[in-house]
């Protein structure tokens, strides 16, 4: 799990989209904690990547992985170097991510990401919110 925590950040550093779609499942969302929370799902996150949401750095803390059948969940606590927009986000955040092994080809997608930190920024969800595609 952690070697493909550190590809996914590195594809996102990287604004690698095909890596990142090789990684996402179909139905991925990625939740921002926060209040009111909000989710990018698979197609917004993967056009939000090229564009508006980026990352620079990273790194993790104290990881914890546990196996569930075929799901794992990893989780840590991960200092950001992101931007939405240009303005600094999530600095000091935590990180979860469920994956789950594919039937066929049996390889670990991510299913879910949460970012949840220490934002009082009152318009992180309004930007968020903008790069939902379905809307």
Known sequence: MEALEHRWMRAWIARDRKDMKTLASRDMIVLFGGDPPTILDRASWLEAVGSRIRCTGYRYGTIYTRKHGKSAVFAA???????????????????????????????????????????????LPVAVRSMQLWR
């Open 77 to 123: 606590p991960v200092a950001l170097e992101a931007t939405i927009d240009g303005k600094p986000v999530l600095a000091k955040a935590f990180a979860i991510s469920v994956w789950q092994k594919t039937i066929v080809r049996r390889h670990w997608q991510l299913m879910e990401r949460v970012l949840s930190g220490q934002c009082d920024d009152e318009t």
